[in-house]
C-alpha cells in the first residue's frame, strides 16, 4: 500500500494550493480517505474526510468554507483544494486511508498514512 | 463541541514498567475509539480502533479498553522503542477529533 501526497509548497496568505493523494496496492474505493494535519512542533488535527463514494463528506470548524475535499476513485486520488489561506494553515498535511467497514458516516481511524506534504503561508 | 483530552501530556518510565494513557471524550463516543503512535520525524502508526481491537501486527504489550467517554490505553512491559507522542482520535461521527497527545519517555 503507498499513498503519496504532492501539491505542497510555499503561498502567501490569501493564496491557493491543490493538494493529491495518489493511492496505489489498495482498493480505494473500498476506503474512506482523510486529510489530516500536522504543525510543526504541534499534534495532529483532523482537516476532512470523504466516504468511499463521496456520499458524506466532512470538516473540521477550521477550513469550512475554504477548504473542499474530492476524489476521483477511477484515478485512484484524493484532493484538497485550500483557498483562502492563512498562516495557521502551514502544517505537513497527510492523506491517511481508512477501511471502510470500520468507518462510521464517513469518519474511520486512519489505517494508511502517506509520508505528508508540507504546506507553508507566508508573507 | 465535544472535546478530546487525554493524561498525563507526558510521562518518563522504566524500562519494562507498565504504562497507561487515558483518553476521555466531553460526552460518548461508545467503542469508535483509535490510537496513534508517532515516533519523532515519522508518520503515525494505527495501534488499537474500536477501543480495544489491536491492529495487525502490533504487539501484545499494547491494550486498549474503555467505552463511553473513558478510555486508556496500556503499555505493558515498556520498550526502548515505545518512545513516542501516543494520541487518541473518535471517530463515532464527523468531526474526527484528536486528542492533545501523551509523549512517552525512557528514564
Known amino acids: 500500500v503507498q499513498l503519496v501526497e504532492s501539491g505542497g509548497g510555499l503561498v502567501k496568505p490569501g493564496g491557493s494550493l491543490r493538494l493529491s493523494c495518489a493511492a496505489s496496492?489498495?482498493?480505494?474505493?473500498?476506503?474512506?480517505m482523510n486529510w489530516v494535519r500536522q504543525a510543526p512542533g504541534k499534534g495532529l488535527e483532523w482537516v476532512s474526510s470523504i466516504s468511499s463514494r463521496s456520499s458524506f463528506i466532512h470538516y473540521a470548524d477550521s477550513v469550512r468554507g475554504r477548504f473542499t475535499i474530492s476524489r476521483d476513485n477511477a484515478r485512484t486520488s484524493l484532493y484538497l483544494q485550500m483557498n483562502s489561506l492563512t498562516v495557521d494553515d502551514s502544517a505537513i498535511y497527510y492523506c491517511?486511508?481508512?477501511?471502510?467497514?470500520?468507518?462510521?458516516?464517513?469518519?474511520?481511524?486512519?489505517?494508511?498514512w502517506g509520508q505528508g506534504t508540507l504546506v507553508t503561508v507566508s508573507s | 463541541d465535544i472535546q478530546m483530552t487525554q493524561s498525563p501530556s507526558s510521562l518518563s518510565a522504566s524500562v519494562g514498567d507498565r504504562v497507561t494513557i487515558t483518553c476521555r471524550a466531553s460526552?460518548?463516543?461508545?467503542?469508535?475509539l483509535a490510537w496513534y503512535q508517532q515516533k519523532p520525524g515519522k508518520v503515525p502508526k494505527l495501534l488499537i480502533y474500536l477501543a480495544s481491537t489491536l491492529q495487525s501486527g502490533v504487539p501484545s504489550r499494547f491494550s486498549g479498553s474503555g467505552s463511553g467517554t473513558d478510555f486508556a490505553l496500556t503499555i505493558t512491559n515498556l520498550q526502548p522503542e515505545d518512545v513516542a507522542t501516543y494520541y487518541c482520535?473518535?471517530?463515532?461521527?464527523?468531526?474526527?477529533?484528536f486528542g492533545p497527545g501523551t509523549r512517552v519517555d525512557i528514564k
Open positions: 460526552q460518548s463516543i461508545s467503542t469508535y
Open positions: 496496492g489498495l482498493t480505494f474505493n473500498d476506503y474512506t
Open positions: 491517511a486511508g481508512s477501511v471502510s467497514r470500520l468507518s462510521v458516516l464517513g469518519v474511520g481511524p486512519g489505517l494508511e
Open positions: 482520535q473518535k471517530y463515532d461521527r464527523a468531526p474526527g477529533l
